[in-house]
């Protein structure tokens, strides 16, 4: 299939390391921001979302911070998978608005 | 069940020629989202539908692009007169809710080549 993120930052991480992904977005008014994983070939996937009234979400194995004041968004992976190899892409929207806006997108890459 | 589902999945187009790219979205969602994905880029928002009324097309990037819903399930993005930087991966979205606030469920996508 096709590889997606040729170009892209690229985070190494050694399997069962933690690992971090950040963001800037670039909306003050933006209130909701999501986190997409992409593997080659495949459509994004939802991985997490927090909205501005939070600073802190947790999932299964993932975390997102949201630092309003620097306009800073991260998703940390506990212990990191071989299977969490993709391109993630945050992405940010506002409510009641239609337009969502991707970043650029960083490739996690775990070597086994 | 069944989740997003586009096709073709891959359509290769000769400059000048027009295309139509179909999406179904996920049984019930209201909202369905086309977007444009650059070979090393985050995808990037064309249009939004909102049932059948097309209520945000401001990333369309010319008059060549079309995109309708007429009976607010299956959607089709049409472009007229392919040229070579139309060449991308177009991706369909559906969401349950009336805006962009919400998990947007993604299609694989059709990868456009356009010679």
């Known amino acids: 299939g096709e590889s997606v993120g040729l170009h892209l930052p690229t985070l190494s991480v050694q399997e069962g390391d933690n690992s971090i992904i950040n963001c800037a977005y670039s909306n003050s008014a933006s209130d909701y921001f999501i986190w997409y994983k992409q593997e080659s070939g495949k459509g994004p996937q939802f991985i997490i979302d927090i909205r501005s009234n939070m600073d802190k979400r947790q999932g299964q194995r993932v975390t997102v911070l949201l630092n309003k004041t620097v306009k800073h968004l991260s998703l940390q992976i506990a212990a990191t998978q071989p299977g969490d190899s993709a391109v993630y892409f945050c992405a940010e929207n506002y409510t009641g608005g239609f337009k969502t806006i991707f970043g650029a997108g960083t490739r996690l890459f775990v070597k086994a | 069940g069944a989740g997003v589902s586009q096709s073709p999945r891959y359509k290769v187009a000769k400059r000048g020629q027009d295309v139509a790219l179909r999406c179904d979205p996920i049984?019930?969602?209201?909202?369905l989202f086309w977007y444009q994905q650059a070979l090393g880029q985050g995808p990037e928002f064309l249009t939004y539908?909102?049932?059948?009324?097309?209520?945000?097309k401001s990333g369309l990037p010319s008059d060549r692009f079309f995109a309708e819903r007429p009976e607010g399930s299956v959607s089709t993005l049409k472009i007229q007169r392919t040229q070579q930087e139309d060449s991308a991966v177009y991706l369909c979205a559906s969401s349950l809710v009336f805006s962009g606030g919400d998990e947007q469920f993604f299609g694989p996508g059709t990868r456009l080549t356009v010679l």
């Open positions: 049984s019930g969602h209201v909202s």
């Open positions: 539908f909102q049932n059948e009324a097309q209520l945000d």
